[in-house]
């Protein structure tokens, strides 16, 4: 080709591709009318679905297109697309999409951003529309709570469950303590996390969290546990500078320093923990049954090594979970037709997420308590008995867990989270880096910060 | 008159003009491509960058106005003033520590009589692993217990050292890793400049008897002058946009002792949600690197004249 060809060819490509970029193609469209149910149920409508499992996963992918074509023939004015991607959502391109018009109808979050995405106007109120899900009535009212705002509703949940503590069974068992009596207070966790340490070079008795904001959000998880607050009830000031903030970190300190039982390595974050329960040298940290989950399909950990108690001396948990909310731009029968899916997909016993025979048949985990959305109603029975049946995991490992919560509150999370958890990030790697750390110093300086963050947003 | 007889001789025809067009035409066209990629990978996020940091907004409505509102947040910030002593602090080390080695290392280089190539290939070879790769090598190079530095430190009886756990060698452990994945081509580019000075002129200095210390002062630093200057003025550039090694290393920690700007800017704007106060951040840095890509043209364009 000619330089000159070339370059009128390269220019052009250019244009045309920074036309693309340019485009503004909005939410997913497929004839469905902006006017909502004035067009009746029987207007064709598609919905794009984030969070389909990849390709990579070809077993709970192979289970999502079996669903779709059992929804999709159920209602058939439906076309339902899923999005996949892993992890299924990344704050870096979720802004992105937002802004590029490119976000799923039906999108999915953690719980962590649930607040704030609500905060910034960037979900839509689906209040309206909430009698196209019976199901709802089932969903306990705690969990619902993280997704609304004041009486309006933007979410719905897909899996929930409180903070307990992640623990290795074959650790305890090499170190002389029983796998089946986890430690049920701070003062056995030290206890346990000295012997597991004691095993050897490069054992861990305890890990935990410091950086990143992970450190701040472990915080709140303890302090919830203790009892403590983060903010005060009308939240516009700080509350975490108490006598159970002071036993969080002094707690931390003492299995740090005094009983070296921590390990040398710290400001450690969410992945960094996932690698090292999964290598069989950590001991003990603070998660829920997803930890366990996650360990056995990515870090190379076994299900039948591992057991979650209930968080030690806990009445109240900070709750965590993931599930969906809907574009702002989505049309009325879109979110409609979303709840419909939801509802299928996630909330209905047996079927979807539900259906462990199938899971159990396609040689998936079953038997994890991993999530909890009904609490006692009947779905919720329902759920667990099915869950039992065809259980393939050891149920046992996690009853400690199950036991333990059932009288647990849910506790959300608190303004300005983010903000807060990295203020508190610094106070969690101070006592874990440094063995002079002041503690009343650290929680009256984050105290300062925070009372700031809360003033300027209130 | 004269004036507009000379512009009227001047005045091209247009069967002149399109034969202009047509013969760089090609010019015209490698132009048009650099321009779009420059205006829309570069110019339109610097204009959007701009606004959005006068602004409010969540990407779905319209943006509001807050005039300087996201600059007061950001200043009143407690990590603000750390941020910024931070990054002076890391970009003052990155001078003394990765601006020097890779120097050296070039004269090194250059004095070599034998596997020069092999050794230039060794140096280059860091610039050719992706960042994260590299960041995430010495993240296991730095573990207080395992990692190899403390191993090689206790090998030789010498006490062992904290590295990113603690506050006073954080920060000088990041700018270790930043100076190592950007040695190779430092030293290639001083290495190229070095390999342009006349030979004649370390000759008549061997014959006045000059040492390689003395040689390297008279005569190879006044023969790269410029580009030493040039180099140092856009490693300023470079490192005070320091991200990936505190984000990957460090999460800013411990105790905010590696939050830099562009990492708190990253916490507003992806952590925060608040894009606004991640725009004013930015444009508040854009303006310090502005000085010294001024003072960069500034020192290139005397040296043309």
Redesign the interface.
Known sequence: MK??N???L??AG??FA?AG?GSDSGSTQSGASPSGSAAGAAAPVTISVGCQPPKSNPKERAQWDADVAEFQKANPTVTVKGNDAFPCIV??TF?AK??GGDMDDVFYVYYTDVR??IQ???AADISPYLSEVPALANIRPDVMSVFKDGEKVYGLPRTNYSTGLVYNRKLFTQAGLDPDAPPKTWAEVQEAAKKIAGLG??YVGFGEY??????GWHFTSSLYGRGGEVVSPDGKTAAFNSPQGKAVLENLKTMRWTNDSM?????L?WEDLMRMMGSGKLGMMIGAPDVVKEVNNTFKGKFEDYGVAGLPEATASLSGGDGYMFN??ATPDQIKAGLKWLEFKFLTPGKGQFNYERAKNDGLPVGLPDTDLFGSTEPGAKVQELRKQFATVPVEHFQPYVDANANVQFKLEPP?A??IY??L??AM??V???QDANVDQLLADAE??AN?VLA?SS | MTTMTARGSRRRTPGAVRRGLRRNLTAYGFLCGALICFGFFSWYPMVREFLLSFQKTNFVGPPEWVGLQNFQTVIEDSAFAQAWINTAAFTGLALVIGYAIPFVVAIVLNELRHAKGYLRFVVYLPVMLPPAVAVLLFKWFYDPGPGLFNQILSTVNLPTLSWLDSTSTALISLVLVSTWMNLGTGTLIYLAALQSIPSELYEAAELDGASLLRRVWHVTIPQTKLILLVMLLLQIVATMQVFIEPYLLTGGGPEDATVTVVYLMYQYAFSFGNFGGGGALGLMLMIVLMVFSAIYLRVSRDNQT
């Open positions: 330089p000159r070339l370059a009128i390269l220019s250019l244009a920074a970029c704050p870096e802004q937002l802004a704030k995405i910034a106007g960037q070079a490069g410091s950086a990143g904001n992970t450190g390990g040398t390595k710290q400001l974050r702002p731009k300005k983010q903000e990295a203020i990030d610094t790697s101070a874990l880096t440094r300062k910060k700031n300027r």
